[in-house]
């Protein structure tokens, strides 16, 4: 099953088939509205869409086809956070620091909590609670004190 995860409004969906669908379109050139069309009919057919969503989902889907069609993967402006755990307490204290010092320091940021095992195997993390910043890992098996994760939160936001 070949599944892409894609912002949809707040929340991230994978939503299987449509790396196929983006391929297509973008080796036929289509507009942007027309790739709009294409892609969200190709991923309806796989994936339910609720019908209260379906503005949210073509909008998404505009902007994944004009991010791919410029030659990006993904927004090069864009900070992603992964916290990895099991949904503990420290988990929950480092998602909660994390949001006050974005907050503080004015950064805006994609963050995604990953509790399942395999997953938090899979980023090379053996120890939780792991932030994952920008795809390096931060830290792993211990609680980070404030001062740090705002040092990496700079550091990360000066790279891009």
Known sequence: MNLRKIKIGRA????IGLEQAMQQAVSRKLSADEATAFLFA???RENYIPA?????????LRREYLMVESGGAQSPQQLTIK???PGCVSCNKLNTMIFDIMQRLGIAADIEQIHDLDEIWRHGVITTPALIINGRIKCS????????VEQWLVEETERL
């Not at 098996?141 to 740090?148: F, I, T, V």
């Open 42 to 44: 190709a991923v309806s």
């Open 12 to 15: 991230t969906v994978g939503l």
């Open 83 to 85: 916290i990895l755990g």
């Open 141 to 148: 098996g211990r609680m980070p004190p404030p001062a740090e």
């Open 52 to 60: 209260t969503a379906t503005d949210l989902y073509r909008q998404a």
